[in-house]
């Protein structure tokens, strides 16, 4: 079975990616006979944003329409790289740079204390686990 991943990978913009993946692994996906996509969970109402909600204000229509859209033609597959990484919901929020070899820097925004605080690994290991 083929799992598509539709839309922005982590780091890079991405249109299809494709990926073999074991059939026992992923128990009834595809049995619809539709292609299998990777979808965000939040997009799917489940509220795992980093403020414990599922949108930002005045785009839950916008999502619910576009996962309508998506289901005609996919089976959706939710998915959260942040939770699968081991943050919590809610958690502070992050953004992200790059250092000059092109890696991402995931840092805490707005710490108050004055210290840093970074949550790159959790990033990458809810991505690799998401792809």
């Known amino acids: 079975m ?7 990978r982590w780091g890079e913009v991405n249109n299809t990616k494709e990926l073999d993946s074991d059939p026992e692994n992923v128990n009834e996906l ?3 006979g539709k292609p299998v ?6 997009a799917c109402g489940i509220p795992c944003r980093y403020h414990g909600l599922t949108h930002k204000m005045g785009q ?7 996962v309508a859209e998506l289901r005609e033609k996919y089976e959706l597959l ?10 919590p919901t809610p ?11 092109g890696n991402p820097i995931v840092e805490v925004r ?4 004055g210290k840093r605080e970074f ?6 290991r809810g991505s690799n686990w998401v792809l």
Do not use: H, Q
């Not at 939710?78 to 943050?87: D, Q, R, T």
């Open 30 to 32: 595809g049995s619809s």
């Open 91 to 101: 958690r502070p929020a992050c953004f992200t740079t790059w250092d000059d070899d």
């Open 37 to 42: 996509v990777a979808i965000s969970m939040c």
């Open 78 to 87: 939710p998915v959260c790289p942040e939770i699968m990484g081991g943050l």
């Open 119 to 124: 949550r790159t690994e959790e990033y990458i």
């Open 110 to 113: 707005g710490l108050k204390n």
């Open 60 to 66: 839950r229509l916008y999502k619910e329409k576009k």
């Open 2 to 8: 083929n799992i598509e991943i539709v839309g922005k």
